[in-house]
């Protein structure tokens, strides 16, 4: 059996790290607090994040890491052409109403591009990991589990078996402009899921499109666009036939809107466009 790329087992083993503190800072009890910009935070969030940014600074030294909550607390690095991007919880929405489909995400990016990455949901005991040239990975592993890289193996993307698109949407921002633009495809079937593990959906079969036409930040795709384009996906900008792409200080960290597409999915320019 092939063994798992180092950096993805490095990468894996973090996160692995971090959903046994997340589930465990829940079974304890959750405090949740607010940020400046009134998204909930919890001691979850902040513990988890510690913990990945000292795994990074031993493992990758010299490298920087921009996590969410270092942005939130105004320490964020000026990143160079190769650092990591963190999103110790996201969807901590869905953490703190009980739901599962909250993901630790842990991104490499060079030259503005995600070329690797984790995400990882750890409710689930779900994996995936991906990259340039490393292969996609998919494994399932319990907090309370010992890591094991022998957990992961190879995955490909199954072929696609249905005529019309299904879409994944987000659980909390399903707007207007999002509904308007799945009417105008004719997407009738979609399904609602919080956090980076909606790129999971495109990864199996799932789901064919997810669009996102609101702000998000860069921690919160880096590491699903890794994936899912090592799988032969695809996530860009709404009417460009580009990439969306990192390291943008200048907007603290913020995309614009974008349309990821699973492996095998195609959109007309005019079917991408918001």
């Known amino acids: 059996m092939a063994a798992m790329p180092e950096l993805l087992a490095a990468l894996a083993r973090l996160a692995h790290g971090a959903g046994r503190i997340i589930l465990q800072v829940r079974e304890a009890g959750i405090n949740v607090r607010h940020k400046p910009d009134t998204s909930p935070v919890t001691q979850a969030d902040e513990q988890a994040e510690a913990f990945i940014e000292q795994g990074l600074a031993e493992a990758f030294p010299g490298v920087a890491v921009v996590g969410e909550e270092l942005v939130a607390a105004g320490r964020a690095p000026q990143p160079g052409r190769r650092f990591f991007l963190v999103d ?23 030259d503005g591009r995600a070329v690797a990455g984790v995400i990882h949901a750890p409710a689930r005991g779900a994996f995936f990991a991906g990259g340039e040239g490393l292969g996609v990975w998919r494994g399932r592993l319990a907090a309370d589990e010992p890591f094991n890289a022998e957990a992961f193996s190879v995955w490909s ?50 789901a064919d499109v997810y ?36 390291g943008h200080h200048e907007r603290k960290f913020l995309n614009p809107g974008f349309v990821a597409l699973a492996p095998g999915v195609a959109l007309s320019e005019e079917e991408t466009g918001a």
């Open 157 to 206: 993307a199954p072929p696609r078996r249905r005529e019309g698109l299904v879409a994944v949407v987000s659980y909390s921002h399903l707007d207007d402009d999002t509904l308007c633009w799945l009417k105008r495809r004719g997407i009738r079937d979609f399904a609602r899921m919080g956090s980076a593990w909606k790129f999971s959906l495109l990864l199996t079969g799932e």
């Open 211 to 246: 669009p996102r036409l609101g702000p998000t930040s860069e921690w919160d795709t880096a590491a699903g666009q890794a994936v899912l384009e090592a799988a032969g996906g695809r996530v860009l900008l709404p009417e460009v036939d580009a990439p969306l792409t990192y």
């Open 88 to 110: 110790p919880l996201d969807g901590t929405k869905e953490f703190v109403a009980g739901r599962d489909s909250f993901s630790t995400n842990i991104a490499l990016v060079e």
